[in-house]
């Protein structure tokens, strides 16, 4: 069991970057984040987007966060690197990483997916994921407590018909959270590890079941303690690991 409970300054110092900080998973960490403390460098395509979290953090008190506009897909080595470089020039540090920015082209047969939709797919699931942190690793390398938390679909630890190139690309995390957890033992400061929340109210949600009632979910405010048990302190030891929930209510 992890705490559920949290202080109000439960991050306080930190700095957390997140992708997919517009919506869904990494929209709700965002500001979960910022309400309790930390400094919240938050990253995805649309700028509105980007705009609308960070002036709900601005406005429910929450440190000034940071607002990258990044498109993954095309990010090559001085994208990455310069988002490392912006992060050590606004904040001087990096104390964590929360990989939420996930590409789903569509659930189908192996037969009708393409070269491209498979590359895509593995480009930002999996490919960004390890070109950002081997980008930001100086910085974590010099953070007393750094975390990496990579959320992944559920379908990437169990393989089922139609999810082809979204579950392989998310299967890819859990083989790089093992990996990068192993090659960072001699760094006690620093821990990587993979989330899948499970079934989740939350935009792909709605486009990979869309006649699943809301109820057959986890609602995304249960998903937030787990958020802030990874990426802050009181997870520190503990890497390399796979944890999947199901945040479902039992029904009555």
């Not at 310069?82 to 606004?90: D, F, G």
């Not at 498979?118 to 930001?136: D, E, G, P």
């Not at 979204?166 to 989330?195: I, K």
Request: aromatic content about 6%; glycine content about 8%; charged content about 20%.
């Amino acid at each position: 069991m992890i705490k559920t409970e949290f202080a109000q300054d439960a991050l306080a110092g930190r700095v957390i970057l997140v992708t997919g900080a517009t919506q869904g998973i990494g929209r709700e960490a965002a500001l979960a984040f910022a309400r309790h403390g930390a400094s919240v460098v938050l990253l995805a395509r649309s700028v509105k987007g980007l705009e609308k979290v960070y002036d709900e953090i601005v406005a429910a008190g929450g440190p000034e966060p940071a607002a990258v506009p990044l498109d993954l897909l095309n990010a090559g080595e001085n994208e990455f690197n310069n988002l490392a470089l912006t992060i050590k020039r606004e904040f001087g540090r990096l104390d964590g990483i929360l990989h939420c920015a996930s590409h789903l082209f569509a659930l189908s047969p192996l037969h009708n997916q393409t070269i491209e939709e498979w590359m895509n797919q593995y480009r930002i699931n999996t490919v960004a994921r390890f070109a950002l942190t081997r980008a930001c690793l100086p910085l974590l390398k010099d953070a007393p407590d750094a975390s990496v938390l990579l959320v992944a679909e559920q379908h990437g630890l169990h393989p089922a018909a139609y999810w082809g190139a979204f579950g392989a690309s998310n299967a890819g995390q859990q083989y790089l959270t093992v990996v990068a957890a192993s090659e960072w033992e001699m760094f006690p400061n620093m821990r990587v590890n993979l989330l899948s929340p499970g079934p989740v109210n939350s935009p792909q949600r709605n486009r990979t079941h869309p006649g699943e009632a809301k109820t057959e979910r986890g609602d995304l405010a249960d998903l937030t303690p787990h958020l802030l048990y990874w990426l802050g302190p009181d997870s520190k030891g503990r890497s390399g690991e796979v944890v999947e929930l199901d945040l479902r209510k039992p029904q009555t």
